[in-house]
């Protein structure tokens, strides 16, 4: 009896393992998936201790993960208890939902396209106050937990659920004081987030912009440019480039562009809404390149700033 028992205790895994076992599975399936990873003399173990347990494999479709140094009783445990792993979504500046969804569908069990098809759902979308172009505004910088087998469906629950805690009715008052919607909030910060890598600046960049939409200003963001041509290569922007034929050219079309340019997070949604009334309508890179801006209340103060830094950028041979 000891021998018999000795290899499923003390035979150890000797790596943590993520393997996934398909929807409506056989036990042939399993065991092979198990032979793979752990070879055949822990996989019989395993399944013996199943099919002791009468594990319905069928109804055990999930992703696990076992940690290195588990026994074929902590294997079987895991499977035959459906203890499934979760997976972590991480989100953090995407600049473009097809990237966004192919890099949540490469971890899950659905196609990209599935996902897809609900972001452009203009029912779907209405739930969260959003229109399918403003879909990347749901997608709030953060870290998910879903399962492996979750649906798309399942996916944007989980990801409006966060999206609805955000837009709390302080925020959404806060919005409101400001002239703007939730969406559009989102749509500033992400041009916001695009112009400065320094957090005490976004609350002012986003300010600036609200202030030019308040007189009636086109935006002519670079950034927007950047998202209408999808090259996030461009470090200076010339005249060719504005002629682009996109409702993302701020450049040639009133006020905000149909949805965010990247996805955002809380920090910056508070930086904006909390930020601090100024005057200012321009903005110009610092020509030191610390990636701080100069910001001007009137054009003739923010083309000597422009004349500035566009001498420093000739100086350092930046086309």
């Given at each position: 009896?000891?021998?018999?028992?000795?290899?499923?205790?003390?035979?150890?895994?000797?790596?943590?393992?993520?393997?996934?076992?398909?929807?409506?599975?056989?036990?042939?399936?399993?065991?092979?998936?198990?032979?793979?990873?752990?070879?055949?003399?822990?996989?019989?173990?395993?399944?013996?201790?199943?099919?002791?347990?009468?594990?319905?494999?069928?109804?055990?479709?999930?992703?696990?993960?076992?940690?290195?140094?588990?026994?074929?009783?902590?294997?079987?445990?895991?499977?035959?208890?459906?203890?499934?792993?979760?997976?972590?979504?991480?989100?953090?500046?995407?600049?473009?939902?097809?990237?966004?969804?192919?890099?949540?569908?490469?971890?899950?069990?659905?196609?990209?396209?599935?996902?897809?098809?609900?972001?452009?759902?203009?029912?779907?979308?209405?739930?969260?106050?959003?229109?399918?172009?403003?879909?990347?505004?749901?997608?709030?910088?953060?870290?998910?937990?879903?399962?492996?087998?979750?649906?798309?469906?399942?996916?944007?629950?989980?990801?409006?659920?966060?999206?609805?805690?955000?837009?709390?009715?302080?925020?959404?008052?806060?919005?409101?004081?400001?002239?703007?919607?939730p969406a559009e909030v989102m749509t500033v910060a992400s041009i916001a987030d695009e112009e400065t890598?320094?957090?005490?600046?976004?609350?002012?960049?986003?300010?600036?912009?609200?202030?030019?939409?308040?007189?009636?200003?086109?935006?002519?963001?670079?950034?927007?440019?950047?998202?209408?041509?999808?090259?996030?290569?461009?470090?200076?922007?010339?005249?060719?480039?504005?002629?682009?034929?996109?409702?993302?050219?701020?450049?040639?079309?009133?006020?905000?562009?149909?949805?965010?340019?990247?996805?955002?997070?809380?920090?910056?949604?508070?930086?904006?809404?909390?930020?601090?009334?100024?005057?200012?309508?321009?903005?110009?890179?610092?020509?030191?390149?610390?990636?701080?801006?100069?910001?001007?209340?009137?054009?003739?103060?923010?083309?000597?700033?422009?004349?500035?830094?566009?001498?420093?950028?000739?100086?350092?041979?930046?086309?």
């Amino acid at each position: 009896m000891l021998l018999l028992f000795y290899p499923v205790v003390m035979r150890k895994t000797q790596q943590t393992v993520v393997f996934r076992i398909p929807r409506g599975a056989t036990a042939a399936m399993v065991s092979d998936s198990l032979t793979k990873h752990y070879g055949p003399g822990m996989a019989k173990s395993v399944m013996r201790l199943m099919n002791m347990r009468r594990v319905d494999y069928s109804k055990r479709h999930g992703m696990y993960e076992v940690p290195q140094g588990s026994n074929a009783i902590a294997v079987a445990r895991k499977i035959g208890a459906g203890g499934q792993t979760p997976v972590r979504l991480t989100v953090n500046g995407f600049r473009s939902l097809d990237l966004l969804a192919s890099r949540i569908s490469a971890k899950l069990e659905f196609p990209a396209d599935s996902l897809l098809l609900l972001l452009n759902d203009r029912e779907v979308m209405s739930r969260y106050g959003l229109r399918p172009e403003q879909a990347l505004a749901l997608f709030v910088d953060d870290t998910y937990e879903v399962y492996w087998t979750s649906s798309p469906r399942e996916v944007i629950d989980k990801i409006g659920k966060n999206y609805l805690s955000l837009w709390n009715q302080e925020r959404r008052d806060k919005a409101a004081a400001l002239g703007l919607s939730p969406a559009e909030v989102m749509t500033v910060a992400s041009i916001a987030d695009e112009e400065t890598n320094d957090p005490d600046e976004k609350g002012k960049v986003a300010r600036l912009y609200i202030n030019r939409l308040k007189k009636g200003m086109r935006l002519q963001a670079d950034p927007t440019i950047r998202f209408a041509l999808n090259d996030f290569t461009i470090r200076r922007v010339k005249g060719n480039h504005l002629k682009v034929n996109s409702p993302y050219n701020t450049y040639t079309h009133n006020g905000l562009p149909p949805g965010p340019i990247r996805t955002t997070g809380r920090s910056t949604v508070d930086r904006l809404l909390d930020s601090e009334p100024h005057d200012y309508l321009f903005m110009c890179a610092k020509e030191d390149f610390s990636g701080s801006h100069n910001f001007a209340s009137t054009f003739a103060e923010h083309s000597r700033n422009a004349e500035r830094y566009r001498h420093a950028l000739n100086a350092r041979g930046i086309q």
